[in-house]
Structures are given as structure tokens and as C-alpha cells.
């Protein structure tokens, strides 16, 4: 663990970057759902069609789940890495204070 170093602005970078394109990703899944038809599997599989249908309807909703996790987990590790920077920060300040002679 001696060699841990962090690199804020960076980290900082990558974690905007990856909300930005969650947001882009968020907007595209939000522009369409799925719409099928339960009579599109075809006379007498209707009950299939069904299943498909609410199956389909249900990995949507489950991506749309797992793009708001992934929002607010990005969200809060910008905190975090902001709360590490400022620690480290104020820690440094410390170490100036402290008499060496």
C-alpha cells in the first residue's frame, strides 16, 4: 500500500466522462421501449407472444435499473475522490506545520 497515490484529476476526468455518457446511454434507452405484439408470434402462439413480450418489457426495465445504479454509484465517487482529495490535502497542510529541529 506505500506506492497508493490517487490521481484526482484524472480520476475526476474519467468518472465526468463515464456520467456523461451514462446520461447519453440513460437518454437513448428512455427514447424506445419495446412494443411487441403478443399476436406477432404467429396464430396460436399467442401465449408465447405474451411471455416475449413481458420478458422484453422486463430486461428494459432492468437496464434502466442498472443505469440509475450506475449514475448514483458515478455520483458518489466523485464525492469520494473529492473528500480523499481535500483530506490529503489538509493532512499535507499538517505535516508543514511540524517542527523538524
Known amino acids: 500500500m506505500d506506492d497508493m497515490e490517487l490521481e484526482v484529476d484524472a480520476a475526476l476526468e474519467a468518472l ?9 446511454q ?3 434507452h428512455r427514447a424506445t421501449s419495446p412494443q411487441m405484439e403478443p399476436t406477432a408470434t404467429g396464430r396460436g402462439f399467442a401465449a408465447q407472444g405474451r411471455n416475449l413480450s413481458e420478458m422484453l418489457n422486463a430486461l428494459h426495465l ?7 445504479a450506475l449514475a448514483l454509484s458515478s455520483e458518489a465517487a466523485v ?3 473529492q473528500e480523499y482529495a481535500g483530506s ?7 505535516l508543514e506545520g511540524i517542527d523538524r529541529g
Do not use: C, I, P, Y
Open 26 to 28: 440513460h437518454t437513448t
Open 79 to 81: 464525492v469520494q475522490v
Open 88 to 94: 490529503d490535502k489538509n493532512f499535507a497542510a499538517g
Open 16 to 24: 465526468r466522462n463515464l456520467m456523461g455518457e451514462t446520461a447519453q
Open 62 to 68: 432492468g437496464v434502466e435499473k442498472r443505469l440509475n
